[in-house]
């Protein structure tokens, strides 16, 4: 019988380690590249792939599609589309799983999630054989924690958004999330509603998966995510349930074998001036107050620094130009359909730093002019042009004065014009339980004119930061018709929420920030226009009440707790470990 040789050419074309890519990346350690190899393909063809499938470029796909994650519920149509954009292009999709985290269903809050997110995308990126990666966030932490994960990894990556919900519709008014989750229960509080309208309307706030559908952290970090260049142009602003978001992951897809094939890394491009540029648009959205804590955060994976002097100077020339709620009245779709991020851009364009370079090798000046050639302007009114403006000035005010000496900030174009330039009696809460157990005391004794504190939901002291910084007004007061109160914290606020409230109060009260010591009665001044906030009390009662009082360290005895305590910084250094930053001699 005639045996045919094996031919041990064509074996050794599959198993030898001698390409840089796709599966050969990152083996795991045996002693032996070659066995390495051999049995990470034995494993996989267990899958069913053939030789030819697993020698192309190989882009993962972060799918953190969750049962807890309403707002990431289309990703399995966007992992359809992406992997059909990158096999168009020749290349191999693989999916894989992260932590995904939402906000309703993070307990005690997301942010304290978030570097733990950050952490797994960052190595779960690092150690899986990939030659880009295609990361698909949405919810409102998720973007900001893939970003910092990719630029530590610094691996060719590109950011994919869920994109936004559709508004509903309630007794023939349009809503949304959650900004007027916010309005109905601030009127249901003020019994201003019954219990039947409020259950009707919680049927109707979220209309479909997708993130939340105002100006709230998901769609800031969206936009911001696109003007940094992490994603295609115009991939910001389509709604999560419409074609266009499927041709955006499809397009995305496609990129992302490009920037493989290139082996574009977020360090070749990213720089100070594209940092510069999101903080202005973070200013000329009325964006969430967090879209600065994550800027922060992000900037730092590669060793940029964001003063909070520099985002001041910025919004004191920098207009808010979205009409989008809270700010302003309109919705995420709305935004899309008036030509999204592009738009914006070409209206802020002499603000801008045009030759900042993005994921496609291109400046944003070119991405732009090329985007604009192909979708030329048409007359809209939901994004303004500079001589148009919503607010004259940025989102976000920076404050500083002797209780907030490392600062704290303001989204100014969201507060109260008549509470702006207020002093007041401080009504003082100790933390969140004393929060919950006074607020409707009928027996509390607070006024209109009253500033409101609450301390202890800074970056360690709740801990994680929540987004408490938004008090509610005292149902006593609520119902006899008032709208807004000063309210001051350390902690955050929703993005979607409004009001004249002071937040992200530094150092915080947890570390001894002069916030801690902070009583019921004592006199505090609010003056945007001077950038201040200043607590009326002479050095002598501040050093008497640190003696009474001594601080309580916060600890934690093991597990994330522990090293959350231990490791994370104030808000102004974005609330990140400190051994995630990049350092200057790193
Ligand atoms: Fe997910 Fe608002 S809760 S974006």
Redesign the pocket.
Known sequence: MNQSKPNHDARASTLRDDQPEGLHRGLAHYGDREFSLFLRKAFIKGAGYSDDALNRPVIGIINTASGF???HGNAPQLIEAIKRGVMLEGGLPVEFPTISV???FSNPTSMYLRNLMSIDTEEMIRAQPMDAVVMIG???KTVPAQLMGALSADVPAISLVTGS?LTGSHRDQRVG??TDCRRFWARYRAQDIDEQEIRAVNNQLVASV???SVM????TMAILCEVLGMMVPGGASPPAVTADRIRVAERTGRTAIQIAKEARKPSSFLSQQSFENALRVLLAIGGSTNGLIHLTAIAGRLGFAISLEQLDAMGRETPVLIDLKPSGEHYMEDFHAAGGVPVLLHALRPLLHLDALTVTGKTLGDVLDDYLHRYPLFKQSVIRSMDQAIYPEGGIAVLKGNLAPAGCIIKQSAASAHLVEHEGKAVVFEGLEDLAQRIDDPDLEVGPDDILVLKQIGPKGAPGMPEAGMLPIPKKLAKAGVKDMVRISDGRM?G?ASGTIILHVSPESAVGGPLAWVQTGDRIRLSLSRRELSWLVDEETLAKRRKEKPLQEVKADRGYRQLFLREVLQAEMGVDFDFLRKKPNQ
């Open positions: 994650n309403p707002c939402h906000e309703s949405g919810c409102d919900m999330a959650c997708g993130t939340c709230g952290t998901a769609s929703s979607t």
